[in-house]
C-alpha cells in the first residue's frame, strides 16, 4: 500500500515578527530526536505576494523574491509548496472584457531553476470564482457581478460556471476560463524541466538533509498534556469487529459476544440482539472494503 505524507498548510504571517521562520521551523523540527513522527512530512505556505501588475521582473517583485531568500536560509529538510497563491489587483491588465486579469509571471518564477530547488510547486487559487462570495459583502472588498468581468477582491476565478443558478443537480454547470486562465497555461507550458533530476537520482543537498533545530519558546511535545490522554478510548462494537477486508488477517479482537468492552462501565453497547443496526453497520463497513479495494487495483 502506497504511504501518504501528512503535512500541515500555514497562512503567510506578519514577516515583521519572524513567524514565516517560526512556523515553518516548528513544523520541521523535533524535540524529541528519536520521534520521526514529530514533524510535518511537508509544509504548505499560503501566500500572497506578487501583487502589482506594473512589475514584470523577479527582481523587482520584491515580497516574491523575499520567499525564495527567506526558505533558502531556513534549510528545510521537508518538501515545502505555496498551497495558495496568486494575488488579485486592479493593476494587472484588461483582456478583453475583462478587467484585472493575472499575467501569472509568478508562476514561471516559482517553476525555474532557483525556486524548484527551495519549492516544490504550489496550487494558484482558484479554479472558479465563488458566486457566494463576489457580491463584495466581505469586509474591505469590492463587488464583481456575474459573470465576473470587472475587478472584484474575491474575484479569484481561472473562470467561472454557468448559468449563474447552476447547482450540479437540478441544472448542470458548464466551466467558462477567463484570460487569466490562458495566461497561466502559457506559464506552464514554457517551463524547462529537463535539468530536473529524476526521482530515483535526486539526492537532497547536504543542508536540507537533517531537520532544523527547534526555534527557542517552545517545550517539548513530550511535555504537553493533551486533553485526550484522560479519555477512554471508543470501542467499536463486535458485530462491525467481525467484518474484514480483503487479504485483511483474522485478529483476536475478533468476538461474538455482540457488545463493547466500554459496556460494563457504562458505555453504549450493540447487543446480539440488534440485528437490524449491526448488520447496517457491517454492510456499510463491507462496502468501504470493496471500495479501498477497487482503488487500490487502480494504483
Known amino acids: 500500500m502506497r504511504s501518504i ?81 496568486g494575488c488579485v489587483n486592479p493593476s494587472f491588465p484588461t483582456v478583453g472584457d475583462y478587467e484585472a486579469q493575472r499575467t501569472w509571471l509568478q508562476a514561471g518564477w516559482l517553476l525555474g531553476d532557483d525556486f524548484r530547488d527551495v519549492f516544490s510547486g504550489g496550487f494558484v487559487f482558484e479554479y472558479a470564482t465563488e458566486l457566494a462570495n463576489s457580491d463584495g459583502s466581505s469586509a474591505g472588498s469590492s463587488a464583481s457581478a456575474y459573470p465576473f468581468t470587472s475587478y472584484g477582491a474575491q474575484n479569484y476565478g481561472l473562470g467561472y460556471y454557468s448559468p449563474e443558478d447552476c447547482d450540479w443537480i437540478s441544472t448542470m454547470c458548464v466551466y467558462n476560463t477567463m484570460p487569466n486562465y ?11 524541466f529537463s535539468s530536473e533530476s529524476s526521482y530515483s537520482k535526486f539526492t537532497a543537498d547536504s543542508d536540507r538533509s537533517s531537520v532544523p533545530d527547534c526555534p527557542s519558546g517552545f517545550a517539548a511535545l513530550s511535555d ?64 468501504v472494503c470493496l471500495l479501498a479495494a477497487t482503488i487500490a487495483s487502480l494504483m
Open 182 to 192: 490562458d495566461n497561466l497555461t502559457t506559464q506552464f507550458n514554457g517551463t524547462d
Open 224 to 287: 504537553a498534556t493533551w486533553e485526550s490522554d484522560s479519555v477512554e478510548d471508543a470501542s467499536c462494537p463486535s458485530e462491525v469487529l467481525n467484518y474484514e477486508c480483503s487479504g485483511q488477517t483474522a485478529s483476536d479482537w475478533t468476538s461474538y459476544e455482540g457488545t463493547t468492552s466500554s459496556a460494563a462501565s457504562g458505555g453504549s453497547a450493540v447487543s446480539s440482539s440488534d440485528s437490524s443496526d449491526a448488520s447496517a453497520v457491517g454492510v456499510s463497513l463491507v462496502s
Open 5 to 85: 505524507p501528512v503535512g500541515v498548510v500555514m497562512a503567510d504571517p506578519d514577516t515583521t515578527k519572524n513567524n514565516r521562520e517560526l512556523n515553518a521551523k516548528y513544523y520541521n523540527c523535533r524535540t524529541d530526536s528519536s520521534d520521526l513522527y514529530e514533524n510535518a512530512e511537508w509544509y504548505g505556505l499560503n501566500s500572497y505576494q506578487y501583487c502589482d501588475g506594473d512589475v514584470t521582473e523577479l527582481s523587482k517583485a520584491t515580497g516574491f523574491e523575499q520567499l525564495l531568500t527567506d526558505f533558502q536560509n531556513y534549510s528545510m529538510s521537508i518538501p515545502v509548496m505555496l498551497t495558495e497563491y
